[in-house]
C-alpha cells in the first residue's frame, strides 16, 4: 500500500544549487500533479500532467521543470534554487480528473538558503 | 491571486460546539471538493459535490453547494478534538486545474 511516495522529505539547498524531487504512485493513475504550500496561501499548482509524455503548466510552473516518461514517475526539477522557493512540495495522482480524488504524497520540505 | 476564498482563516472552538467554514468564489466550479491536512502529511479528500445545492453528510459533517456553484460550507456538528486540522477548499475550473483555498485551520479544545 505504498500509494505516492516523495523523496527526499527534507532538503536544505544553497541559493543557485539544482535538484530533483521524486515522485512515485503504484496506483496506475494517469493523472499526476505538484503543488507548493506555503504559510496562508493553501495549495499552488506548479505543473501536472495527464500521461506519460503530456505536461502541462499549472499557476506557478516559473523555475521548475518536469517530465513524465512513464505512467509511475513524475519528477519535478529545480533549475536554479532560490529563496522564494522554500516550500513544501506535494506530489499528488489521481484515476480521473474533474472530478477526480487526489492521492497525495507526504510532502517533501525544501529550505534554500 | 487566490481564486478561491475560505473564511475565517483560524477557527477554535470548545468540544461539543458546531462551526462552520465557508469557501467562496467569483467563478463557477464544474465541481468542488473538501479536503483534510493534518501536520506533517497530505491533504485527504472528505467530498466532492458537482450538482448546484447538492448537500452531502459525512458523519457529523454536513457539505452544501450553492445553488450557482460559486460557494459552499463546511458545517460541523459538536465538533471533537479529532476534528483538528486544516480544512481546505478545492475547485475544478476547468478539466485539468485543482485550485485550492487558503485554507482553515480548525481547533476544537477538549
Known amino acids: 500500500n505504498a500509494g505516492v511516495t516523495q523523496t527526499p522529505k527534507f532538503q536544505v539547498l544553497k541559493t543557485g544549487q539544482s535538484m530533483t524531487l521524486q515522485c512515485a504512485q503504484d496506483?496506475?493513475?494517469?493523472?499526476m500533479s505538484w503543488y507548493r504550500q506555503d504559510p496562508g496561501m493553501g495549495l499552488r499548482l506548479i505543473h501536472y500532467s495527464v500521461g506519460a509524455g503530456i505536461t502541462d503548466q499549472g499557476e506557478v510552473p516559473n523555475g521548475y521543470n518536469v517530465s513524465r516518461s512513464t505512467t509511475e514517475d513524475f519528477p519535478l526539477r529545480l533549475l536554479s534554487a532560490a529563496p522564494s522557493q522554500t516550500s513544501v512540495y506535494f506530489c499528488?495522482?489521481?484515476?480521473?480528473?474533474?472530478?477526480?480524488?487526489?492521492?497525495f504524497g507526504e510532502g517533501s520540505r525544501l529550505t534554500v538558503l | 491571486t487566490q481564486l478561491l476564498e475560505q473564511s475565517p482563516q483560524f477557527l477554535s472552538i470548545q468540544e461539543g460546539e458546531n462551526l462552520t467554514v465557508y469557501c467562496n468564489s467569483s467563478?463557477?466550479?464544474?465541481?468542488l471538493q473538501w479536503y483534510r491536512q493534518e501536520p506533517g502529511e497530505g491533504p485527504v479528500l472528505l467530498v466532492t459535490?458537482?450538482?448546484?445545492?447538492e448537500v452531502k453528510k459525512l458523519k457529523r459533517l454536513t457539505f452544501q453547494f450553492g445553488d450557482a456553484r460559486k460557494d459552499s460550507s463546511l458545517h460541523i456538528t459538536a465538533a471533537q478534538p479529532g476534528d483538528t486540522g486544516l480544512y481546505l477548499c478545492a475547485g475544478f475550473f476547468n478539466d485539468y486545474k485543482l485550485s485550492f483555498g487558503a485554507g482553515t485551520t480548525v481547533t476544537v479544545r477538549a
Open positions: 467563478s463557477v466550479f464544474s465541481s
Open positions: 459535490v458537482v450538482t448546484g445545492g
Open positions: 496506483m496506475n493513475h494517469e493523472y
Open positions: 499528488a495522482s489521481s484515476y480521473s480528473y474533474n472530478p477526480g480524488e487526489l492521492f
